[in-house]
């Protein structure tokens, strides 16, 4: 069973030892709702509601932003150990808006199905002809048309970045690489841009002061890794770069909005 594994994470102590139920998570952070199975015991409820918070709290620490970034202005729902779906241990659903994480081998999974949800979140906010289940970095690369703001060319920045060479004319090696293990699977999901960015956002979590192995795992070490699957060398150090600069603003900006700055 996973939640009696150990999880690394490496940060300052955020509850002072202190158990963390998940009324308080949906409490800090303004989650729309959150469920859990019926077949997490109460037991593996507690252990799972400290794994969260911490995770959750180290996400916000690391992207520079309020609560109400991570629950996308309470927009955003969450599942454990619900919901389930055949060969995915986690995944995000744009028609409801929830990212559901299964008990078993959901953990590790956070950072890149938050990212789906921003993505998704953030479609009609940077495109104005988008549908409602287009994510903004499909839209990017289909060439919507783009509603002029500062935010907006920062987040388009990181698309560049992660989509494109160094000239932004062609392909990044990491587009190539998915493209070359959907080639050998004879299908098309690495190289969907939903799925490049999330990856990309992983290892700029993981590339982090903190570490959190229950909030991402696998961008490093992985078989997937070891594949060019995640961004390397220089194009990761630009895509980090890129996510930095625009996590920053982002956040100063809903800091300012929202009377806490």
């Given amino acids: 069973m996973v939640l009696s594994r150990q999880f690394y994470r490496r940060g300052p102590d ?27 015991t109460d037991k593996e409820r507690v252990r799972a509601a400290g794994l969260f918070y911490d995770a959750l709290v180290d996400l916000m620490t690391i992207l520079k932003g309020p609560e109400l970034l991570i629950s996308l ?22 028609s409801t808006q929830c990212f559901s994480l299964a008990k078993n081998a959901g ?29 903004a970095s499909e839209a990017w690369l289909r060439d919507a048309t783009p509603i002029p703001h500062r935010l907006n060319d920062l987040l388009f920045a990181c698309f560049k970045a992660i989509m494109l060479d160094e000239e932004g004319r062609k392909p990044s090696g990491l ?3 998915s493209l070359k293990v959907d080639e050998a699977n004879g ?11 999330a990856r990309a956002f992983e290892a700029f979590i993981q590339d982090s002061n903190i570490s959190n192995n229950f909030l991402v795992a696998g ?5 997937e890794a070891k594949l060019g699957l995640y961004p390397l060398g ?28």
């Fill in 14 to 40: 955020l509850r002072e030892s202190y158990p963390a139920t998940f009324v308080d998570i949906r409490r800090r952070f303004g989650f729309r709702s959150i469920a859990v199975g019926r077949w997490v």
């Fill in 73 to 94: 202005r309470g927009t955003l729902s969450f599942q454990y150990g619900i919901g389930g779906r055949p060969g995915m241990s986690a995944f995000y659903d744009p």
């Fill in 107 to 135: 953990p590790g999974s956070i950072a890149h199905e938050w990212f789906h949800a921003l993505d998704h979140h953030l479609a009609q906010k940077a495109f104005s002809d988008t549908s409602q289940t287009m994510y």
């Fill in 175 to 177: 587009v190539k690489a």
């Fill in 187 to 197: 299908s098309i999901y690495y190289s969907e841009p939903v799925e490049l960015c």
């Fill in 219 to 223: 961008s490093k070490a992985s078989e």
């Fill in 234 to 261: 220089q194009q990761r150090r630009q895509i980090n770069q890129a996510f930095e600069h625009y996590f920053a603003c982002l956040g100063q900006a809903l800091l300012a909005n929202s009377g806490l700055a």
